[in-house]
């Protein structure tokens, strides 16, 4: 039986315990639609490598999923990510780059996302690290857009990122990533959002915020005045 992870020296890989808890809940985005898509086939590189340091992980297809706006919330492709958002604990995107910018394919899963679901806000807190993969020469552009994108979202990102370039070149014909400093370097990463997730998974109190728990307060208040009329 091939092992699944050929490239990974097991020897030098650190591990951290769930503390007897549920695994890190970790889903994958990607932003392409090709039928063989760089970005899907790093984000299932991501995937297998989570799964080895102890993660639960999803992978979100965006094939079929309507533009922003253009179907009501109930489409099933739209109920699909957006209740793999609330699952989720931690996120991995990885966007091709398009005229110098994250795909478009991308874009439209981050714009289905609403600021907040009820009272829940389906990506507050939560890590993410961000990967492109690039047609040509390394470009930074993407993963700078997914930080910046990250952080809007109120999101965690982590330190380490991974940009791919010539992505064609860095998988062989079964579709696996060969090795190289680049593999090398999605390795750091996927271990480094375990490590974060676990760390801030049990911290909801850094991301709460005095301006939510007055609107809350006054929301309240509003709600028991209205009652004694």
């Not at 063989?36 to 340091?53: D, G, I, K, T, Y």
């Not at 005229?99 to 991308?106: D, E, K, L």
Request: proline share 7%; aromatic share 6%.
């Amino acid at each position: 039986m091939t092992h699944p992870l050929p490239n990974l020296d097991a020897s030098l890989i650190q591990t951290r315990d769930s503390d007897g808890r549920h695994k890190p809940r970790i889903l994958l985005l990607y932003g392409s639609t090709r039928a063989r898509s760089f970005s899907r086939l790093m984000v299932e590189e991501a995937a297998r490598l989570l799964e080895h340091f102890g993660a639960e992980t999803r992978i979100f297809n965006p094939s079929g999923l309507p533009l922003p706006d253009d179907a009501p919330n109930d489409h099933p492709k739209v109920q699909e990510l957006l209740e793999l958002m609330q699952w989720s604990e931690g996120q991995v995107w990885c966007s091709p780059e398009r005229h110098g910018s994250m795909s478009a394919v991308f874009k439209a899963q981050i714009d289905w996302v609403p600021l907040a679901i009820g009272a829940v806000r389906p990506t507050q807190g939560k890590t993410l690290a961000v990967m492109q993969v690039c047609g040509g020469s390394q470009s930074f552009n993407v993963v700078n857009q997914l930080r910046v994108l990250g952080r809007w979202m109120r999101m965690f990102t982590i330190p380490n990122q991974s940009s791919v370039p010539k992505a064609f070149l860095e998988f062989d014909e079964s579709n696996r990533m060969k090795p190289s400093a680049l593999y090398d370097r999605v390795v750091d990463v996927m271990e480094e959002l375990v490590k974060f997730t676990l760390l801030l998974r049990d911290r909801p109190d850094l991301v709460d915020r005095y301006s939510e728990r007055k609107e809350s307060a006054e929301a309240l208040t509003q709600r028991v005045n209205q009652r004694s009329i």
